[in-house]
């Protein structure tokens, strides 16, 4: 395999976001944890997550693609542009797919009990744009299942802090979601898709997005007051967070969306490490 195929598998399951659930789920270990995973451990916990997001997107290529065809913004993309097949991405599927099975059983079998409920829901997904106007919702039970995950992993049983963790994560993902659907606004009407932009409009959207950022920000106080390790750097990371979940919001306007990429992908990228080194530090003093 050249390095010109390996790119374009790269780009079709966009890796490089990977950084957007990492730091979480790395920081999930060490919330959750009652005594500290091996490097084995960390490792399949990573593998696990790795080949859950490469899934899921594959999923989304695939089940997409008469849609993306039709697309401006998508049309150029490797499946539908011919660069990348849909046998090779019927194989990542399947290589995937045993990925996170394979991580998960050794992690434990109840991990490996859970892994095909997100299996389940990173295939409905894509089709559920098609038959609800919240699959923004659908994404996020993705992420609210990760710190769940880990805790069933490193401590067989789910806490409330996993909860508590699992629903700010969960509304993260769902509101930047309806920031990204914004883009296909247009489109998703012209073809009969459904979001909650197209439900709701542009400033609907806008309006919902910021409500689900808030419960990000109440849950993840609420595992701050929950938590008995986390202290006075988790609360200064926080008012952080908030900030920039702030200021994301106002770079999209109801008339200039222009700025969208920088609010989905640069600032959630950020979020998502700060409250990794947040948490790290709180844990390390």
Not at 180 to 196: N, R
């Amino acid at each position: 395999m050249n390095k010109e195929k390996i790119k374009e598998y790269a780009q079709l399951v966009k890796f490089e976001h990977t950084v957007f659930a990492l730091p979480f789920a790395l920081a999930s270990v060490l919330l959750l944890v009652k005594r500290f995973p091996s490097w084995f451990e960390l490792l399949l916990i990573v593998a696990a997550l790795v080949s859950a997001r490469t899934l899921g997107m594959a999923f989304n290529r695939l089940i997409d693609e008469p849609y993306d065809r039709l697309n401006p913004r998508t049309k150029t993309w490797g499946l539908v542009a011919g660069r990348v097949s849909r046998q090779e991405v019927k194989g990542i599927i399947l290589v995937s797919c045993a990925g996170l099975m394979l991580s998960s059983l050794l992690l434990n079998f109840l991990a490996f009990l859970l892994s095909p409920l997100v299996i389940a829901l990173l295939w409905i997904y894509p089709y559920s744009k098609r038959f609800t106007y919240y699959p923004h919702l659908v994404l996020g039970a993705v992420y609210f299942l990760i710190p769940v995950a880990v805790d069933v992993a490193l401590n067989s049983e789910v806490s409330a802090a996993a909860v508590v963790l699992g629903v700010a994560m969960a509304s993260w993902v769902a509101g930047f979601d309806v920031l990204y659907a914004l883009q296909d606004y247009e489109f998703d009407k012209e073809v009969g898709l459904k979001s909650i932009p197209v439900r709701f409009g542009v400033s609907g959207a806008l309006r919902i997005s910021k409500l689900l950022h808030l419960i990000t920000f109440l849950s993840l106080l609420t595992l701050g007051l929950l938590h008995p390790k986390l202290g006075f750097v988790y609360l200064l990371g926080l008012l952080i967070l908030s900030a920039i979940l702030i200021y994301e919001h106002s770079l999209i306007k109801p008339y200039d969306l222009s700025k969208i990429n920088k609010a989905f992908f640069t600032l959630n990228g950020y979020i998502s490490i700060l409250f990794f080194l947040t948490v790290l530090v709180d844990y390390l003093i």
